[in-house]
């Protein structure tokens, strides 16, 4: 099974603040790599597929790169609504998920 | 507009069993694949079974091997999973998600809200 590790499991930013999160594979995957945004008490949204192709109706400030095993999220210009937690998720040999990480207010 | 709706969940006993049901709209149900994802209380996600659009890949995750099974009526735009032996780690929200595609191994472009499981005696 391939696994994924994100770090750091807790992120705090500020609104404006550039920050990343960064997604390692246990194994080579391509670029079959997915992120998504959780809210509170709601379901994951996608907003990230193929390691960098952004979902329609994503902002642009959100940006996906890497291939093989190391990948990151980066979000540029940090917006209120962007607190959450985020997962990246591999699709080369099924699918598995990182273990999340929570993106709060500093 | 794609919907997913879950229902089934609820409290069981552990060793019981339960059958989760997904109705799906808006799309040609048959030409994806669907999932079984779940969510235990302040966790992460975790992928428990996969169906592709015409249930010949199945697949599951470790931790339900030979006890939980999914299904799929695509008559009925509706998938299943019934889970046999529960035990208390089972617990969590379990979600419907869609496929991109339908093979099963792409990424998930659609969720339910989820129908909570709570195993406990």
């Known amino acids: 099974d391939i696994q994924m590790t994100q770090s750091p499991s807790t992120l705090s930013a500020s609104v404006g603040d550039r920050v990343t999160i960064t997604c390692r594979a246990s194994q080579s995957i391509s670029t079959w790599l997915a992120w998504y945004q959780q809210k509170p008490g709601k379901a994951p949204n996608l907003l990230i597929y193929k390691a960098s192709s952004l979902k329609r109706g994503v902002p642009s400030r959100i940006s996906g790169s890497g291939s093989g095993t190391e990948f990151t999220l980066t979000i540029s210009s940090l917006q209120p609504d962007d607190f959450a937690t985020y997962y990246c998720q591999q699709y080369n040999t099924y699918s598995s998920f990182g273990q999340g990480t929570k993106l709060e207010i500093k | 507009e794609v919907q997913l709706v879950e229902s089934g969940g609820g409290l069981v006993q552990p060793g019981r069993s339960l059958r989760l049901s997904c109705v799906a709209s808006g799309f040609t149900f048959d030409e994806y694949a669907m999932h079984w994802v779940r969510q235990a209380p302040g966790k992460g996600l975790e992928r428990v079974s996969t169906v592709s659009w015409n249930s010949a890949g199945i697949d599951y995750a470790d931790s339900v091997k030979g006890r939980f099974t999914i299904s799929r009526d695509n008559a009925k735009n509706s998938l299943y999973l019934q889970m046999n032996s529960l035990r208390a780690e089972d617990t969590a929200l379990y979600y419907c998600?869609?496929?991109?595609f339908g093979s099963g191994q792409s990424y998930f472009d659609y969720w339910g809200q989820g129908t909570p499981v709570t195993v406990s005696s």
């Open positions: 998600v869609k496929d991109a």
